[in-house]
């Protein structure tokens, strides 16, 4: 990446802020590309037994693609068999 890409085996010291009622860490941009992490990701945290804290990345929710989401719709629907519309037998069914 650039001149400032971690090893392995290099540590990172970064500061915490404030933001809103929360606190914050900031990363540096080529840790975050190097790690694949952009806004919206998740970083799990967990404490360990002596008060260090482990942080790994998780992936990024996959963007909704929603001509994807369509086309498996369609091939789901027509595995299914073809039935009587219900709208039209509660039409003929009603008693006014």
Known sequence: MGKRDLTDT?????NVGRWGNSLAVRLPIDLARQLGIVEGS???VERNDDNTL???TRQAKKVF????WQEQARR??????SS???IREMRDGARY
């Open 65 to 68: 693609d929603q001509a994807k």
């Open 42 to 44: 998740t970083l799990h």
């Open 10 to 14: 290099e540590a990172l010291d970064l």
């Open 54 to 56: 482990t942080v790994s």
């Open 76 to 81: 789901h629907l027509d595995t299914m068999p």
């Open 84 to 86: 009587p519309s219900v």
